[in-house]
């Protein structure tokens, strides 16, 4: 009975979380244990003991619609039984089994890894990164169609696809990074402090290319232009890859760009 209690002691409060099962109590407790360590933090919100049936997977599946990487069964020692596997292919609820607990944790991990990575490629587009950027002497190199200039990277990331506006200007939007280049080679990315040549497109093709000389000149800084939407999509899948001078800049830029 003490076994059970801590066991339901350990349920993650929020309601969200992976479904867990067992072969007995003690392997319930020790597996639930495990979960709960710092070390791992994965919240689980049910537990089972005995082999996976529908039932169990139908509980599982309620996180397809709150958290899917939750929508998920570790099983520990235990059988899954055919019609549960079958529910769990038709429904999208993944299940782990393994007899060893480690196993289980990393069975798991490698599956956020790729949920993650999915879901960064197909926010790719919308995804865009803060930069500040100042434009070095004698390196304007083609003043439109496209634009080229030579950069300095004051502030944040500049990212090919990052959509570049003038805050000088009215917030004028000039076009996206076509291209990086360090050294005469091209790269995804240039971060604060690097000095880079990057070629600038217009965002669509029915936009009208702005121009250098015409519509913004030296003395302006190049920010990107990011929006509310941009920002959520940052937070969702990109949180790691943005230091914390990247976040502050974000801030920064939400507050110049009166971004609500």
């Keep these: 009975m003490e076994e059970m209690t801590r066991v339901r002691s350990r349920i993650d409060r929020s309601g969200e979380g992976v479904y867990v099962q067992a072969s007995t109590l003690g392997s319930l407790e020790a597996l639930t244990e495990f979960l709960k360590s710092p ?63 480690y196993h289980l944790f990393d069975q798991f991990t490698a599956y956020i890894k790729n949920l993650k990575e999915e879901k960064k490629k197909e926010s790719a587009e919308e995804a865009v990164f803060p930069c500040v950027l100042k434009i070095m002497p004698n390196c304007v190199f083609n003043k439109k169609d496209p634009i080229v200039l030579g950069v300095d990277v004051l502030e944040g990331i500049a990212k090919v696809g990052t959509p570049l506006c003038i805050p000088s200007k009215e917030f004028i939007d000039i076009g996206k990074i076509a291209s990086v280049e360090i050294n005469h080679k091209q790269v995804d990315m240039a971060t604060k402090g690097q000095k880079v040549a990057i070629k600038i497109i217009a965002n669509n093709s029915d936009e009208q290319q702005r121009s250098f000389g015409r519509h913004f000149d030296m003395e ?23 230091t914390t001078e990247d976040w502050k800049l974000v801030v920064k830029l939400k507050s110049i760009l009166k971004i609500q």
């Design 39 to 101: 070390a791992v933090n994965i919240p689980f919100c049910d537990f089972s003991i005995g082999p996976v049936h529908k039932k169990d997977v139908m509980k599982a599946s309620v996180m397809l619609e709150r958290k899917k990487e939750y929508a998920t069964i570790l099983a520990f020692d235990v059988k899954v039984m055919p019609d549960a596997r079958d529910l769990a292919e038709e429904s999208g609820v993944r299940i782990f089994v393994a007899d060893i607990i």
């Design 220 to 242: 302006d800084e190049l920010v990107s232009r990011i929006s509310r939407r941009s920002i959520d999509i940052l937070k969702q899948n990109y949180r790691e890859d943005l």
